[in-house]
């Protein structure tokens, strides 16, 4: 099979008007999970200043219109598992923000109950399988849920994110060959930032498109602009559409920028600011602001009510996370180590 | 010899600096190790310093980067290799378990492999599932391989450099809460090595030994000192290294006290505090005026994030001062 490469759609950023037959209202809401992502990863990074958020924070800051663009392609019994960088899957899967600044804040009330932190969100009623901190490991288990799914004939598509970083590892090429193999329903979004933490594309890879490495398997891949949410949203239906249909998985290669640091402690040595200032013009939520109101599928008191709401929203949720419990200690162990919780006889001593 | 008051970063920093300055065969690899200098910063400067070849930027592949490493060091070179974090070791057990450490023996002894595994453990930063694990025990038990674990900035670097010069492979396990907390005198210079095997006494007492390693060192000293107004005498027995173990060491504190209690921050079942309580059952029992103790953290599979569950979760001063206090009192 051909590489389905590059070139996708035409550049919908410089196009007059919406693509056709683009519902407003459906404008409207990829504006607002990517307004949502944006104001709630800068108020964790505030909330993290604070100490109100302690260990490790990856924010999404930038790459918004990937992760919004891929899951709206999705429908309800799809899966998606993700990488430690997994708040804007998340929000963008409609999980309940409360939960999810509750979990940040290790309250009982949190996605995981306090137990897993920033790097291990998770939803099951939305087969939102979670946020997994070892880089490449997730891929596997996604080709298993999607290999669940074919086995016993259900119509769901196994959605997975990762980096540009994961593809030197071994899952990534296990997981490829696998699901080509057998023909399986994943779509494999590789969230190409230009950095795996502090270590250039180019210094990390041998091959800098990654989309190419699934020519290795005779799998379908395409690069896209990630930062442009309707171009991505466009890749993603079509790569859902053909791993539903039963033709195979896809690799897709998202083009973005993450705008903030690896994590909320990295001093970025590896680039300048200029770098960093230079991308920020291309912001994929002002350049799709811009594009709502030249296209007129909105006013401009519209988009600003909207972002209030947004603003409130995240205010209360950290307000929510604060008046949370925390969890009671009990819970270590009560919290399910083995279906059957085993007791030993005579007792640990101390316990 | 100088001493400086060095973190246990910069301790860790200085030695793999000095190592390469002074061994044209050392050779530093891993993930973010160059241009960035390190998740940590421990190798901050190194690239600029001895440059590319010498400190090199691996693709996220931990296998990867632990089996090259092997052959460089079957082929005369000293690998340090950095695993960003103890808890990503696992990717790499294989090449770990099933080729460095056997190296030696599938050669008759012939084949050196020279090469040292850092990585930073241990929790108490709310780094939760995959960054706060001790994984000391899956490696101990691997016979070829020699597992250690410094406990303050002066051993971090001799033991570091012990390490390098030794011609077996050695996993470095460094308590990450300890690498910018922790300040104290370190001897430089290039004699001033830690020997592997030898165990330290950290504070004398005559009452209860504590034998423990990493960051329960100081938390047992902080126990020690509140037990001090108490009249409960602690000794506190610093292993150094897990592999091999100074057995000498603890069956000659038991002998002093009499009573023995192991603290590990790892959980209890399989953890390498079970290996010194056999130790001391099959060879100091007839020293012992009390059952032998193990403290550690409870068998559930992995660190919790919140800070309260954390806190409970953790071995800690005051959970080593009621064991301790208790034991004293059998
Ligand atoms: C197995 C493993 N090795 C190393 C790490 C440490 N680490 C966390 S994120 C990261 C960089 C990943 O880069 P990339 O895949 O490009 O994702 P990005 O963070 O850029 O989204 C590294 C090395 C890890 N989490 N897991
Ligand atoms: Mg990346």
């Known amino acids: 099979m051909t590489q389905d490469t590059a070139q996708p759609v035409a550049a919908v950023g410089d196009a007059p008007r919406p693509p056709d037959g683009t519902d407003p209202a459906l404008l409207m809401e990829l504006y607002r999970q990517m307004v949502l992502i ?29 992760g919004v663009g891929a899951v709206s392609a999705l429908r309800e019994g799809d899966h998606i598992f993700t990488h430690y960088r997994d708040h804007g899957h998340a929000i963008a899967r409609g999980l309940d923000i409360n939960a999810l600044m509750a979990e940040l804040f290790g309250k009982v009330t949190g996605t995981g109950k306090g137990l897993g932190g920033s790097m291990h969100f998770a939803d099951a009623s939305k087969q939102f399988w979670g946020g997994y901190a070892l880089v490449g490991c997730h891929l596997l288990l996604a080709v298993g849920t999607a290999l669940g799914d074919t086995m016993q004939r259900k119509p769901g598509v196994t959605m997975v994110f990762f980096g540009d970083g994961a593809t030197n590892g071994g899952e990534f090429y296990e997981a490829l060959n696998f699901a080509q193999l057998w023909k399986l329903p994943v779509v494999f979004v590789c969230e190409n930032n230009l950095y795996a933490m502090g270590t250039p594309l180019e210094v990390h890879s041998s091959v800098t498109e990654i989309y190419r490495k699934a020519a290795a398997f005779d799998m379908r891949a395409e690069r896209v602009d990630g930062n442009d949410v309707l171009v991505m949203r466009e890749a993603a239906l079509r790569a859902v559409d053909h791993a539903r249909s039963g033709q195979g998985p896809v690799l897709l290669e998202a083009m973005t920028y993450r705008f903030r ?12 600011k200029e770098d960093v200032e230079r991308r920020r013009s291309g912001d994929p939520i002002e350049v799709f602001r811009r594009q709502l109101l030249a296209w007129g599928v909105i006013a401009a008191a519209d988009l600003r009510t909207l972002e209030h709401t947004i603003d409130d929203q995240v205010e209360a949720a950290v307000q ?28 640990i001593h101390g316990e | 010899m100088t001493t400086t008051e060095q973190t246990l970063l910069e301790a860790i920093r200085g030695a793999m600096h000095d190592a390469l300055a002074w061994d044209a ?34 693709p996220i592949a931990e296998a990867g980067i632990v089996g090259v490493a092997i052959g460089m060091a079957l082929h005369g070179l000293r690998p340090v290799a950095e695993i960003q974090f103890a808890d990503y070791l696992y990717p790499a057990i294989d090449q770990i378990l099933n080729e460095a450490a056997r190296m030696r023996y599938r050669s ?19 780094g939760a599932l995959y960054h706060s694990q001790s994984v000391e025990a899956l490696f101990t038990s691997t016979p070829g391989l020699k597992v250690v674990v410094p406990a303050t900035p002066h051993d971090a670097r001799g033991l570091l450099l012990a390490a390098i010069a030794d011609p077996d492979p050695v996993l470095f396990l460094e308590h990450k809460r300890l690498y910018r907390t922790l300040r104290g005198p370190v001897a430089t210079g290039q004699g001033a090595t830690v ?28 126990a020690a000192d509140a037990l001090a107004h108490e009249g409960v005498d602690l000794e506190v027995i610093d292993l150094r290294t897990l592999v091999p173990l100074d057995r000498d060491a603890v069956l000659a504190t038991v002998r002093r006290t009499g009573r023995a209690l192991i603290v590990s921050e790892d959980n209890l079942t399989g953890g390498f505090a079970g290996e010194i309580a056999a130790v001391i059952a099959e060879h100091g029992f007839a020293d012992l005026d009390a059952p032998v103790r193990r403290l550690a953290a409870p068998d559930v599979p992995a660190v919790p994030f919140s800070e309260t569950l954390e806190d409970a979760f953790m071995v800690s001063a005051a959970k080593i001062m009621t064991a301790a206090r208790e034991l004293a009192r059998y």
């Open chain 2, 108 to 126: 008759n002894g012939d084949w050196n492999c020279p090469l040292v595994i850092r990585a930073p453990f241990g929790g108490g930063i709310h």
């Open chain 2, 25 to 58: 065969r050392v050779v530093v690899l891993g993930e973010d190790v160059a241009v960035k200098g390190g998740v940590f910063l421990a190798t901050d400067g190194l690239l600029e310093r001895f440059g590319a070849l010498r400190v090199i930027d691996m």
């Open chain 1, 261 to 272: 640091g690896h994590s909320a402690q990295d001093v970025q040595k590896y680039r300048s």
């Open chain 2, 195 to 222: 020997p592997l095997g030898v165990a330290a006494c950290r504070r004398p007492g005559r009452d209860v030994s504590i034998i423990t390693y990493g960051a329960m060192v100081h938390e047992s000293l902080r």
């Open chain 1, 320 to 347: 929510f996370a604060e008046a949370s419990d925390e969890p009671g200690v009990e819970w270590i162990r009560q919290s399910g180590v083995y279906a059957a919780a085993i007791t030993v006889d005579p007792p």
């Open chain 1, 38 to 66: 944006r104001r709630f990863e800068e108020k964790c990074q505030e909330m993290y200043t604070k100490a109100k958020i302690g260990g490790f924070l990856h924010l999404y800051i930038g790459e918004e219109a990937t």
